[in-house]
């Protein structure tokens, strides 16, 4: 390395230019090679740097955001799930319910794909640089209640509520003590009209009681979480299973 590059080497580390130090040199040569201008070989190395820091972004808010595992919607399966509306979908994915601060709830039997679809939709929030965090329901109350317990419930409802889109799990699977039902729905109070909220839940509205067992607070939640919401119902019939099934057929 020259004494030349090895300044414009020091420069880009000073100005924590990643890209543009690892590239400059070689688009140099591919410039002269190409007897490029000066004004060219500039916005390959600003356009480098810019596309490079774009997807280190996009890694970190994917790796915050907790997510169980990396299913995409184009990985989703329509055509096994013909009635779930994939028009809906992929009109949801482009993040105009963020912007609106809209909940989407996914209601339907375990193995329907409503967690793939959740998980999809917080992949797409996080290609759009949102910050997101995915959580299941007894993992959030958990840490809510244990929260309150060490006095620090003020500091968590505060993080929670500055993340752009929460996505809860499996809401409705186990009944929630009262104290939990009222932690979990000032979280959800505190996003109504401000920011943006996914469910997922294996129970229909009229048997969410079974979850918020205070008819008033379950009315509460109900109200919050389907105010000005997209729901989607992704059916009885086990995605999962016609998988597994199709699977051992080919067998």
């Known amino acids: 390395m020259s004494m030349e590059q090895a300044s414009i ?3 880009c580390k000073s100005l924590r230019l990643a890209s543009i130090a690892g590239q400059f040199a070689s688009l140099a040569e591919e410039a002269s090679r190409q007897n490029h ?6 916005e390959a190395l600003l356009q480098g740097e810019v596309e490079d820091r774009e997807r280190r972004s996009i890694e970190l808010r994917l790796k915050d955001a907790h997510l169980p595992r990396m299913k995409t919607l184009e990985e989703f399966d329509f055509a096994q799930s ?42 797409a929030a996080c290609r759009q640089r949102k910050r997101v965090r995915f959580t299941t329901a007894a993992a ?17 409802l505060r993080r929670w509520a500055s ?41 229909p509205f009229s048997e969410w009681p079974q979850v918020f067992t205070n008819a008033r607070l379950c009315k509460a939640v109900l109200d919050r979480l389907t105010d000005q919401a997209h729901i989607i119902e992704t059916g009885a019939e086990s995605y999962r299973f016609r998988r597994t099934l199709g699977k051992k057929r080919k067998m």
């Open 37 to 42: 201008s000066h004004l060219h070989y500039l």
């Open 82 to 123: 013909p009635h779930i509306p994939a028009s809906r979908i992929r009109a949801l994915a482009e993040g105009g319910y963020l912007e609106r601060a809209e909940p989407v709830l996914l209601v339907g039997e375990p193995g329907t794909g409503k967690t793939h679809l959740a998980t999809g939709l917080a992949i």
């Open 163 to 203: 993340v752009e889109l929460i996505v809860i799990d499996e809401l409705g699977y186990v009944p929630l003590a009262e104290v939990a039902a009222e932690l979990l729905f000032q979280v959800v109070a505190e996003r109504a009209e401000k920011a943006a909220v996914i469910v997922t839940t294996n129970l």
């Open 140 to 156: 959030l109350v958990n840490q809510l209640v244990e929260a309150q317990r060490d006095q620090s419930l003020t500091r968590m």
């Open 9 to 11: 080497a020091q420069h």
